[in-house]
């Protein structure tokens, strides 16, 4: 048996499509599993070793009529999209039966219980959403940071801190770099510090180095830009805490159970925070206005980040995750 799966598109919906596909996978035990998405999506999910061959899902019409051809048949299509373009790409793909996923069909609860409800809907199971499971390069192979760490001596704490600014959905989800900046050096003596964030955020990734440098602190390393998605998971497993708005390596770290602490503005967090972390606090202001869900803020004065101080944020991590360390 044939199994296609598209996956969604965004970092953080592909890790939380996991639990759902961790049960398409249980049901059709011993099938061949092939994934289509985008390149994004594909390295998160790519490592699955149940997982036989990966494409990466063609923009262009044309492009994506000649690869559905390609691809040949299958016993069953499940696609966790609702575009137009995946519509279009569930009408030609040759299967004995599809399934497709819509999300005016699943609302107001969290996105992993949506994918998973997607799921039971199309096979008529009960099946529970467990938790987020990623799998590394090799599940007996540590990501070696040493390369990340080079010409930095300074690096001599036992335990790492990421922090991660950025947010694809759009500047009202980003907390600002001299909170940040401020909460990283309250606890640099405690962690050695990692800036995370892809190409788009390596302005603000710069603010926040400018800052800890103006600050005195010389134990962190910026790699913002500078990670593939397969590495971004090697370096957040090995995290010991993580500060993050809500974004798509928040959900990496939920998947690893990292300790974090998840700042929220715009969005909703019982739709997209951290799935099944008992080691997790979310930080919001719970204002009239939010969520907003826009992408910057309609009112103009973003108070529902704005408001939100370091002091808030260090003072969580110190009552619950470093009660021991009564000097922060």
Request: glycine share 6%; charged share 20%.
């Amino acid at each position: 048996m044939r199994i296609l799966i598209e996956l969604p598109t965004w970092l953080g919906d592909a890790v939380m499509a996991s639990p759902a596909i961790e049960n398409i996978l249980d049901y059709y035990k011993g099938s061949e599993v092939i994934l289509i998405g985008s390149p994004v999506s594909i390295s998160v999910l790519e490592n699955h070793p149940r997982v036989k061959r990966t494409f990466i899902f063609k923009k262009k019409y044309l492009s994506l009529l000649i690869q559905s051809i390609s691809l040949g048949r299958f016993d069953v299509y499940f696609s966790f999209r609702s575009s137009i373009r995946s519509k279009l790409f569930k009408s030609i793909i040759q299967s004995k039966s599809k399934y497709q996923f819509d999300h005016k069909d699943y609302k107001d609860i969290h996105q992993v219980k949506k994918y998973n409800n997607f799921v039971n809907d199309s096979l008529g199971r009960v099946l529970k959403a467990g938790k987020l499971k990623l799998y590394n390069s090799s599940e007996n192979d540590t990501q070696d940071l040493s390369d990340f760490f080079e010409g930095l001596p300074q690096f001599n704490n036992s335990k790492l801190l990421g922090i991660n600014p950025g947010a694809s959905y759009g500047n009202s989800k980003c907390w600002y770099p001299r909170e940040y900046a401020k909460v990283a050096a309250n606890l640099s003596k405690f962690y050695d510090i990692l800036i995370f964030g892809n190409s788009s955020d390596e302005a603000v990734s710069k603010d926040i180095e400018t800052s800890l440098i103006e600050q005195g602190v010389t134990n962190f390393n910026n790699l913002a830009g500078k990670t593939s998605i397969t590495e971004l998971l090697g370096i957040i497993s090995k995290l010991d805490l993580f500060i993050t708005g809500d974004s798509g390596p928040m959900h990496i770290s939920a998947a690893y159970q990292i300790p974090t602490v998840a700042i929220f503005g715009p969005t909703q967090d019982h739709e997209t925070s951290q799935w099944m972390n008992e080691k997790s606090i979310i930080v919001k202001k719970n204002l009239d206005c939010q969520p907003c869900m826009k992408r910057k803020c309609p009112l103009g004065h973003h108070n529902c980040m704005k408001l939100i101080k370091a002091e808030e944020i260090v003072t969580n991590v110190k009552s619950q995750m470093l009660g021991q360390l009564n000097d922060i």
